[in-house]
């Protein structure tokens, strides 16, 4: 278990460092969150008692790769492919496999990008080769998996047909609104300083044309390093992580 610990810990430097390095180079981080955790051994024996494998230290190892676990929360879908490939450059990380359930959606509309990554752990006596699981997914993503899982475990797998249709319809104004941000991201991206006029139009789905000063939506479209954070804390107070 310290061996997944340390293990865990490293990725979690690497992906701050690059977190920090974006941010300082651009003034804008593809990262807005950033979680972890190690499965228990209790959860660890009954995962592998349910996928049939035997309780062997090295088989659990070969087979149960997701004991640890790392959540990477982004705003755009663009930032999801952009931080999987900083981690996946990485020299001492070797890629197992990726997953790409944003493009291929699970059949309940689960979208995330899910990497199996090797990191050596340097103990003092060996180099461990760990493997960790890596989550990658947007805030949308997140909160409809998040509510997801809630309703699975409430009704312990067993989960009503028309909720599991809510769910999936959930799934999809999930997405829309992703695809929606992205494009509004790339139009306020656009208007940046060079190739803006004084009253660029910023259009919104529904809503007449709203006229707004070329500087107020070229500022809109920089998150400065300093004011990230308290930008994230206001949105957590008013409810937006669920």
Known sequence: MLAYKFATDEMMTKINILKEEFASIHDYSPIEH???RLK????????AVRKGCPLVLDDIRAQIQDIAGIRITCSFISDTYRI???????????????????????????????????IPVFM????????????IRTV???FWASLEHK???????AVPVD????????????????LK??????QVLAMEPGGSTENDLLEIAGLSQLALPGGLLAAMGRTRAAGSASDADDEAETGTDG
């Open 34 to 36: 950033v979680a972890s």
């Open 40 to 47: 228990s051994p209790d959860g660890i024996l009954k995962k």
């Open 84 to 118: 999987l490939d900083m981690l996946t450059s990485q020299l001492d990380v070797t890629v197992l496999e990726v997953k790409d359930y944003i493009a291929t959606p699970k059949a309940n509309g689960y979208k995330s990008l899910h990497l199996i990554a090797d």
């Open 124 to 135: 003092s006596d060996r180099v461990d080769e760990v493997t960790v699981e890596i989550q």
């Open 140 to 142: 949308a993503m997140d």
């Open 151 to 157: 309703i699975y475990y409430k009704y312990r797998g």
């Open 163 to 178: 909720l599991v249709s809510d769910l999936k319809q959930a799934a999809d104004v999930a997405n829309r609104l992703d």
């Open 181 to 186: 941000m992205e494009g509004l991201h790339d």
